[in-house]
């Protein structure tokens, strides 16, 4: 199994997760099927950040997608305003923080130097978000998946932190399959514990892709690169008007 068809299968739960966010009826096993989403755009991320020849562009993509979908997010927010809003539809966000953690263990791994000074550039950028409203007074109004959007927050974003090292971990345990999945069902595990204390737990659902994951080939696949890039903001506005404005 290649990375195209785990991203067009990733793209797919996806879709139906979405269905069931904006269509309050639909049945909850949309919602249930959607959780293997993420996961799996996360395993390609590192299988691609793993093969990519620019890293530089690869982040500088995530981080303007990251731009683009909060400046979409806020603004049909404010001219559409709706009961429930459009949501925080923001993958790239925790994607992009995934690759510069992953840069920053590299970087220690062949020099001290070149990652303290990477591990710097991340702490001042953690501290900007915190201080953002204190130095500009209109980001006082700004939410804080909004100025996540701008600058990046390990603790703030669409899956939090605990992805953010599962994109890590399934980018260093990429040759070692039996440790990543080892790594992965522990990681269901923890999801089903945290989740279960504060009542439905439904992350933990994605255990059931790893058979996918662990099928990959190391192939990359047809390359429809864009494709996905275009179809996360399509569909989630496409969901949002019809089941808005349209019923």
């Known amino acids: 199994m290649n990375t195209f068809t785990l991203k ?63 400046v979409l997010g806020y603004t049909l927010d404010t001219r559409f305003p709706t009961e429930y809003g459009y949501g925080n539809h923001n993958i790239f966000v925790p994607l992009f923080l995934t690759g510069v953690l992953i840069s920053i263990i590299e970087a220690y791994q062949k020099g001290r130097r070149k990652g303290r000074v990477l591990l710097t550039a991340l702490t001042l950028s953690q501290l900007l978000y915190c201080f953002l409203p204190r130095l500009i007074p209109a980001a006082q109004n700004l939410s804080g998946d909004v100025l996540t959007g701008i600058i990046p927050n390990l603790a703030i974003n669409e899956f939090g932190f605990e992805f953010i090292a599962l994109g890590a971990a399934f980018y260093f345990l990429r040759e070692r399959r039996e440790a990543l999945g080892a790594v992965y069902l522990i ?14 737990a439904v992350q933990w659902v994605m255990v059931f892709v790893l058979p996918l994951i662990l099928r990959y080939n190391g192939e990359r696949g047809r390359s429809w690169k864009w494709f996905f890039y275009i179809f996360y903001p399509a569909h989630t506005c496409a969901l949002f008007f019809l089941s808005n404005f349209c019923g």
């Open 8 to 70: 067009m299968i990733a793209a797919i739960l996806m879709f139906l997760d979405h269905i069931g966010l904006y269509f309050q009826s639909t049945p909850i096993w949309l919602r249930l099927l959607g959780r293997g989403a993420y996961p799996l755009f996360l395993f390609c991320m590192a299988q691609g950040y793993a093969h990519t020849r620019s890293r530089k562009r690869f982040l500088a993509r995530l981080y303007l997608m990251s731009l683009f979908m909060t």
């Open 187 to 200: 990681f269901c595990v923890y999801q089903f514990s945290a989740e279960a204390l504060y009542g439905y």
